[in-house]
């Protein structure tokens, strides 16, 4: 795979955090964005943070291959089928990485009072040091990674229809989260696409 002269490396070492940029134009990603908002199946995300059950602000929904499952934050997903636009979006993902994807987990932020605390995409079921490519739309936000061991942090900016891809060691070595800001007042639609072992 070539590299694109508007490649950022995120991170220094202990794996790969590469943002792509914009791969979408704004009126494709404005059109995506539309129908992934109102066609989607959204529904209120339940996780599990020590041993008490919450119900997040923020709506997720979990589509992919036939017959697969995935489980984190104590709570268990059965994948929806592909729609034409995440079909659409995962060939161009695998085209640019180079990888291939099986399942996308989505996450709407209705505004800036809705992020994601520091955390580890480190399921059993995903592959080992895969891939996970995260595409965005929408709102400009801030995505952050902490190294466990050094403390030190890394921030981006993801734009409107723009590709950070993870892969390596990095869920092995840094957290990654979205911080939350009260200045942001419209919506952010992420999608990552991730390969889940069978």
Not at 3 to 30: K, W
Request: proline share 2%; with cysteine; net charge positive.
């Amino acid at each position: 795979m070539t590299r694109r002269s508007d490649e950022i490396q995120v991170i220094p070492f202990d794996g790969a955090a590469t943002y792509y940029g914009a791969v979408l134009d704004s009126a494709n990603a404005d059109k995506y964005f539309e129908k992934l908002f109102h066609d989607v199946s959204w529904q209120q995300d339940e996780v599990l943070i020590y041993g008490k059950r919450y119900v997040t602000k923020r709506k997720t929904a979990w589509y992919g291959d036939n017959g697969l499952s995935y489980k984190y934050s104590g709570t268990s997903r059965v994948a929806l089928p592909w729609t034409l636009e995440l079909q659409e979006l995962k060939s161009l993902v695998e085209k640019i990485t180079d990888e291939t994807y099986n399942s996308c987990l989505l996450n709407l932020y209705h505004d800036g009072t809705e992020g994601m605390s520091w955390h580890r995409d480190d399921e059993k079921m995903l592959k080992k040091d895969g891939a996970i490519a995260s595409m965005s739309f929408g709102e400009d936000r801030k995505f952050s990674f902490k190294h466990r061991q050094t403390k030190e942090t890394h921030s981006i900016v993801l734009g409107h229809g723009s590709l950070l891809v993870m892969k390596g060691e990095i869920q092995q070595h840094w957290m990654h989260a979205l911080p939350k800001s009260t200045k942001i007042k419209t919506p952010r639609i992420n999608l990552t696409f991730r390969t889940i072992i069978r």
